[in-house]
């Protein structure tokens, strides 16, 4: 506690010093307190990265990424060529459409352990699930399978399938078609690292629904839940090439539900807005995402992202606090040593960067850009540093339209990020939406 304390007094110190160096000498009271309260809450990083380093040796054999080393590194770079070249040829619209097809949804009125607890009678909770676009090389084919979860008001779905939706203890098994809802606006909720099931997202996904009336499709991660290898230990990704290769996945399959969903013309009018949003590595994603929906999307226009605590590169594994999480025993081999090894998976994570995305965009000549950005950042967010959270609002304020992107700074860090996600992310959400659903 004293070292929590001695670390926020001097970055206190810090920041207050920098100020007075750019001239700023006499500071108001009220904002040096809000910017000690916001290092103070930021601290809460370090102890909880702390508390999960003990934890994990308590749970786990071996509790880090990467503890079978760098794995197949080949197929993740033509992985990523072959999404570039997509870009370039403007061919992902018709091959995300192909691969979902005609999506078949089973309603769930309990989870399958058998818990009702999430599912409240206004609110409808359907799964479905699809080849993922990267299903070829993922591997084991279980990890192929995206597992979706879509959570909508009752009140927007056809009579007939309201009475099997009141009926919590029947145990019919209900095929709900697209046709038979009524949506207006779509949230794709993407999910932070190690967050295996739909749980958490539900909770956000019924609060849109039971206050804004929006339906949400949370995607479940590759390597994750249903879709985790036998033997892997928890979320702790086994090398580094199927971390990549769950990256490169998770950000296809979500941009495949928005064009898919944009597809359905009995949704939003034909033209649905759809609102993409994840916290932490799933605000990664999200711009991620966001970028390659500027030439997969039905329509760019109507498509929102909402990074929340994001990043714009898998880099702060390394830079962050993340970095005691890696098995650097692993990696290092005869001919590159401790310093060489950091500095090779630094740049190989950042070849990953969203500005590779971007940069494709460029060279493609798309004219496209997504309708509405809203960027949630904390100021002592020790996880995902500024850095990384202001090149990832800046590469996304260049593929929006103008004067539609926005940026928020809270006080606190990751921590703090992730217990506040009813409010600040819905808020978020609900500014971006707004924009997309007026246009």
Not at 372 to 389: A, E, P, Q, W
Request: proline fraction near 3%; charge should be neutral; aromatic fraction near 8%.
């Amino acid at each position: 506690c004293w070292l929590l304390l001695l670390l926020s007094i001097t970055s206190l110190i810090k920041q207050i010093s920098s100020k007075n160096k750019m001239g700023n000498t006499e500071r108001p009271t009220t904002e040096t307190l809000s910017l000690f309260k916001s290092v103070l809450i930021g601290s809460a990083d370090y102890i909880y990265s702390a508390f999960t380093f003990v934890l994990r040796f308590v749970l786990w054999r071996d509790p880090s990424f990467f503890g079978k080393g760098w794995g197949r590194l080949e197929i993740v770079e033509n992985e990523k060529d072959k999404l570039r070249d997509r870009i370039l040829q403007n061919s992902l619209q018709g091959i995300y459409l192909d691969t979902i097809g005609h999506l078949k949804l089973q309603l769930k009125r309990k989870d399958e352990k058998g818990d009702n607890r999430g599912y409240s009678p206004d609110i409808c909770v359907l799964q479905s699930s699809f080849p993922s676009p990267l299903s070829s090389v993922l591997q084991p084919k279980s990890c192929g399978v995206c597992h979706i979860e879509m959570v909508l008001p009752s009140a927007n779905v056809e009579s007939s399938l309201a009475v099997k939706l009141n009926d919590r203890d029947s145990q019919e098994e209900v095929t709900v078609r697209p046709s038979e809802l009524n949506i207006e606006a779509m949230v794709v909720l993407l999910p932070a690292t190690a967050e295996d099931g739909f749980a958490q997202r539900r909770e956000l996904a019924a609060i849109l629904a039971k206050q804004y009336g929006w339906a949400s499709i949370s995607i479940m991660a590759p390597f994750y839940g249903k879709r985790r290898p036998v033997g892997q230990d928890g979320c702790f990704i086994d090398n580094v090439a199927d971390f990549l290769l769950q990256s490169l996945a998770i950000m296809q399959e979500a941009s495949a539900i928005v064009a898919w969903s944009q597809s359905q013309t009995n949704w939003g009018q034909g033209s649905l807005p759809v609102c993409l949003s994840g916290f932490s590595w799933g605000g990664a994603m999200t711009g991620a995402s966001a970028i390659i929906n500027c030439v997969s999307a039905v329509n760019p226009d109507k498509v929102a992202a909402v990074p929340y605590a994001g990043s714009a590169t898998p880099a702060i594994f390394v830079d962050g606090l993340l970095q005691s999480s890696i098995h650097w025993e692993k990696l290092i081999t005869k001919d590159r040593g401790v310093d060489e090894t950091i500095s090779y998976l630094r740049d190989l994570l950042t070849e990953f960067h969203s500005r590779s995305l971007e940069q494709a965009l460029v060279d493609s000549k798309c004219k496209n850009k997504i309708g509405s950005v809203h960027c949630v950042n904390f100021l002592h967010d020790h996880f995902v540093t500024r850095g990384y959270s202001q090149e990832l609002f800046y590469l996304l304020k260049q593929n929006c339209q103008e004067h539609e992107a926005r940026r928020s700074w809270i006080s606190g860090g990751h921590v703090l990020a992730f217990l506040s996600k009813k409010h600040h992310q819905i808020k978020a959400i609900h500014k971006a939406m707004t924009v997309v659903l007026h246009k």
